[in-house]
């Protein structure tokens, strides 16, 4: 792999397994040598790596708890109104000056007409 390309975390994990049981046969020095070249091809400190070849440290874990609801039922439904108001216009054509370029939102004429 070049140096200007870097390694996406699932590509890090797969050479980290690999190289993990290589690590801990090696001898301290041999350590030292893997540590240093994992370094180099993953990018990562060397604390990291070590930390990440400890038994159960390249495991992923999932969220222990889901994000609940931010706002409640009202302010989610002034949110559908005013979404339907603008034609239910998407965030990609949303700008500070209105919904269209060159067109702001009072051009649009009083809210609830």
Known sequence: MP????????ERHKYLRRMAETYHRASRVERSRLLDHMMVATG??????VRLL????????PRR???????????EDAV?????????????????G?????????A?????S
């Open 3 to 10: 140096a200007t390309e870097r390694m996406t975390i699932a």
């Open 44 to 49: 990562l400190h060397r604390r990291s790596l």
């Open 54 to 61: 400890r038994p159960g440290g390249l495991e992923r874990t």
């Open 65 to 75: 708890r889901h994000r609940g609801r931010v706002y409640g039922p009202a302010v």
């Open 80 to 96: 559908r109104v005013v979404w339907e108001s603008v034609d239910y216009v998407c965030a990609a054509r949303l700008n500070a």
């Open 98 to 106: 209105g919904t269209e370029p060159g067109r702001p939102m009072s």
């Open 108 to 112: 649009c004429g009083p809210p609830g």
